[in-house]
């Protein structure tokens, strides 16, 4: 369908016709907003050596991990990506809300066909109310296991953090290493029906640290000045694990969650999921210690399957005072920093309540009060029959596969958000997703004697404007586990969270509507429940999916459609001339 669209002449003109309307007024109000910020991204392969072993992995500009993008709140960027690669890539800009600029969102099928080997596109989007951390990376395949790099998103000119002003700012990205190819990993595993192999290693900032073989080179080093207040900007861009973070010996206080200001708090452990970014104030000794302090992180695993149980560790050192190195240069010894269990679902239950919203005047929490539309969605693994042509692991030659409210996603071979715009949904996809899961059963309990899943491409469709509550539930069907969820194009409030079966009765009783955590990925916790609120302002089609890169090849995924509202600000502008084709 995209083709032969494309292919008129006539077509093209009147989409750059109505490109130039919408741009040009759109420009006029920009007139008084931030500065446009231009980047590159030349997507290549690079070889990189660690674990004593060297492969060739995909790259922006050679870097790994990726660069680092920085601009201020009100800011447009425009980032030209050049695919050099034999991979269709595209990219996301993860919490980025895409205020009406859908087509910048990256997943591929969802928002836009892939960037082919030799093509560009350019994503262009303006950055609008967020501040603080947030990060890129590919969206299609298992391609994010290299590409990907921090955004850093500072407050507007002249507005300060609503916390002391750090002496220095640090990103700390962590991210998940393969020896083999990963791509060729994932193709396996969907081709024979089995689980990807886990990963060998974690990384800070690219780099393993000395408890893996030949690393100790390899270690990320953070250098600070007693007395000093540091700002770490924490980014978990692993693919498959939840991650336990700690500082040997030092406190950090939680001051931001996925870009948004929270009610410090001080911790000596952070739980941090794929998709979700945090900023912590870590502030250093009144004095020069005679030690190392270990930067550890190291999983939270919650599910039966088999998992990467290693541990990847920074050193935090202390800048020597003139005195202390002229004394002589004797050997540090190396704190190691103590890490909740690995399964320790207590904790992480404990840590993410206490992170809570300012509510202030100036930036207060807008918690949908009332409710539109109510949605019930179980989210979890079953299994699905095999082709006839394929041999798989599972019994009745069947294989794994993850489902909300049992419908396993079915990735079109368009984008959604074409179809979408240009009312051509049929044989696309289908608006009929259910609200409540097909049937009722024990979520957290015995599993029911049929774990067979449906599979196809359905989203839910919502007038502009809808407020929309929705309780995600885990379910124990191939063993229950924790499940990040990210929303793209939106911002949710966290309501509550508990562990069971949710209740429609009692349950709501504890919704927090004051000052709950506003996020774009949250933890669905494992044999549990949490429940969110959104308001659905942003129109175009917005993916929903686990942030488990495994689940997602395995169907956990779904999509909204986000209708345009009556006045221009609440239409979704035609797609720029250069969107990929199909």
Not at 100 to 107: F, H, L
Not at 462 to 468: E, I, K, R
């Given at each position: 369908m995209v083709s032969v669209l494309a292919s008129s002449d006539i077509f093209r003109a009147l989409l750059l016709a109505l490109s130039a309307v919408w741009l040009l007024s759109d420009?006029?109000?920009?007139?008084?907003?931030?500065?446009?910020?231009?980047?590159?991204?030349?997507?290549?392969?690079?070889?990189?050596?660690?674990?004593?072993?060297?492969?060739?992995?995909?790259?922006?500009?050679?870097?790994?991990p990726g660069p680092r993008i920085i601009a201020r709140e009100g800011d447009r960027l425009l980032i030209?990506?050049?695919?050099?690669?034999?991979?269709?890539?595209?990219?996301?800009?993860?919490?980025?809300?895409?205020?009406?600029?859908?087509?910048?969102?990256?997943?591929a099928y969802v928002t836009q066909c892939p960037i082919q080997t030799g093509q560009s596109y350019v994503y262009n989007f303006t950055i609008t109310g967020q501040r603080g951390t947030l990060f890129w990376h590919a969206h299609i395949s298992w391609l994010r296991a290299t590409l990907y790099g921090p955004i850093v998103i500072l407050p507007k000119r002249h507005a300060s953090y609503p916390f002391p002003q750090p002496y220095n700012e640090v990103p700390i990205v962590f991210g998940e290493w393969w020896k083999a190819d990963t791509e060729t990993i994932i193709n396996q595993a969907m081709a024979t029906g089995g689980a990807p192999n886990i990963s060998d290693a974690f990384t800070i900032n690219g780099l393993p640290g000395p408890s893996y073989n030949c690393s100790a080179k390899e270690t990320f080093k953070l250098k600070v000045k007693a007395g000093k207040t540091y700002l770490l900007r924490l980014v978990n861009a692993a693919l498959n694990d939840e991650l336990f973070f700690r500082i040997a010996n030092h406190t950090l206080t939680v001051v931001e969650a996925d870009a948004v200001y929270v009610k410090p708090f001080k911790t000596d452990t952070v739980l941090i999921t794929p998709g979700q970014t945090t900023n912590v104030l870590l502030r250093a000794k009144s004095k020069t210690p005679s030690a190392k302090f270990a930067m550890s992180a190291r999983p939270y695993a919650t599910g039966p399957a088999i998992f990467d149980n290693t541990t990847t560790i920074g050193i935090l050192e202390y800048e020597k005072s003139v005195l202390a190195s002229k004394s002589g240069n004797k050997k540090l010894p190396l704190l190691k920093a103590k890490l909740p269990q690995f399964n320790d679902s207590a904790y992480a239950m404990k840590f993410n309540r206490k992170i809570r919203s300012l509510a202030t005047a100036k930036l207060p929490a807008k918690v949908p009060k009332k409710v539109d539309r109510r949605f019930f969605f179980t989210v979890g693994l079953g299994i699905l029959p095999c082709a006839k042509t394929q041999t798989c692991q599972g019994p009745n030659n069947t294989r794994p596969a993850a489902a909300v409210n049992n419908v396993s996603f079915v990735q079109p071979n368009i984008a959604l958000l074409q179809a979408h715009f240009f009312n051509k949904s049929k044989g696309v996809y289908t608006t009929n997703f259910p609200t409540n899961p097909p049937f009722k059963f024990n979520y957290t309990g015995t599993p029911p004697k049929n774990i067979a899943l449906s599979s196809g491409t359905k989203v839910v469709a919502?007038?502009?404007?809808?407020?929309?509550e929705?309780?995600?539930?885990?379910?124990?069907?191939?063993?229950?586990?924790?499940?990040?969820?990210?929303?793209h194009g939106f911002n949710f409030f966290v309501l509550a969270q508990g562990v069971g079966n949710f209740d429609p009765k009692n349950d709501p009783a504890?919704?927090?509507?004051?000052?709950?955590?506003?996020?774009?990925?949250?933890?669905?916790?494992?044999?549990?429940?949490?429940?969110?609120?959104f308001l659905a302002d942003n129109p175009g089609v917005w993916f929903m999916h686990c942030h488990l890169e495994v689940h997602t090849s395995w169907g956990l995924k779904m999509a909204w459609v986000v209708n345009d509202g009556k006045g221009r600000k609440q239409k979704l502008p035609p797609p720029p001339a250069d969107l990929p084709k199909c």
């Open positions: 420009l006029a109000l920009a007139k008084h907003a931030g500065v446009t910020r231009h980047y590159k991204f030349d997507i290549k392969m690079q070889s990189v050596t660690r674990l004593c072993q060297t492969k060739s992995i995909v790259t922006v500009n050679g870097q790994f030209k990506v050049v695919n050099h690669v034999q991979y269709n890539v595209t990219l996301h800009w993860h919490g980025i809300r895409q205020l009406r600029s859908g087509w910048a969102d990256g997943p919502l007038p502009f404007n809808t407020s929309v929705l309780v995600l539930q885990d379910t124990s069907i191939l063993g229950a586990e924790s499940h990040p969820l990210h929303l504890k919704f927090n509507l004051v000052d709950p955590a506003e996020r774009n990925t949250v933890g669905v916790p494992s044999g549990g429940w949490v429940a969110i609120r």
